[in-house]
Structure formats: C-alpha cells, structure tokens
C-alpha cells in the first residue's frame, strides 16, 4: 500500500486595517474578497492581549503550478 503525501499548505496574514484610535475600524471586505477569489481560506486570527484581532490568518493547499 502507497503512502499518501500529506497536504502541503501556504499561509498569509492580513492586519485589519485600523483607524486613528488604532482600533478596527475598516471594513476588509475588498481585500477578503480579493484573498478568497486566489483561493485563500480564513483559518485563524492573532489578537492582542486587550482584545481586538492583531492578524487575519489564511491558508490555502500548495499547487505545482
């Protein structure tokens, strides 16, 4: 029996864009959208200590294109 190789994944980070408080203030929607339609997937968030969402983390399978 042939092992199977396992999945092979690459990642990107996204910082939610902040406003001049530095909080989250814009909508992502457009970069979202632009990540998804290159095939990336959300598969996490960094946040910081207070709260609030630091990185934006995404995956998506390694091609061999």
Excluded: C, H, I
């Excluded at 990336?40 to 983390?57: N, R």
């Amino acid at each position: 029996m042939r092992s199977r190789e396992p999945q092979q994944w690459e990642y990107e980070t996204l910082e939610p864009p902040k406003g001049l408080t530095m909080r989250e203030t814009s909508d992502p929607q457009a970069e979202l959208n632009r990540l998804g339609a290159e095939g990336w997937e959300l598969a996490g968030t960094v946040d910081y200590d207070g709260g609030g969402t630091k990185l934006l983390l995404f995956k998506r399978p390694v091609t061999d294109e």
